[in-house]
């Protein structure tokens, strides 16, 4: 199974992004703070999106667990199927 992995440059423009929205709350901004890194906008969507941040939260290791126990239960043909169309997109 593949698993999601989250570049660092995301981690640090996620985080300067939450820090921003914080400080405009309280009437500041990062740009009060010339020692600190401004985001990078063009990711900001991907952030705004309760949808895609709940997506990036999943258990990992548990999903990897209910993979293995479902694989185990498919017949020849589905797990012939399912190769294929991995072998496709991957």
């Known amino acids: 199974m593949v698993g999601l992995t989250i570049e660092d440059t995301q981690i640090q423009n996620f985080c300067l992004l939450q820090v921003k929205d914080l400080l405009i709350s309280n009437g500041k901004?990062?740009?009060d703070f010339s020692s600190l890194p401004q985001p990078i906008h063009s990711d900001s969507f991907i952030y705004e999106n309760g949808f895609?941040?709940?997506e990036l939260n999943y258990?990992?290791?548990?999903?990897?667990?209910?993979?293995s126990f479902l694989?185990?239960?498919?017949?020849?043909?589905?797990?012939?199927v399912y190769e294929n169309i991995m072998t496709t997109i991957l």
């Open 29 to 31: 901004s990062l740009k």
């Open 52 to 54: 895609i941040i709940d």
């Open 71 to 80: 694989f185990q239960s498919l017949t020849t043909e589905q797990v012939d």
């Open 59 to 67: 258990d990992k290791i548990k999903m990897s667990e209910m993979y």
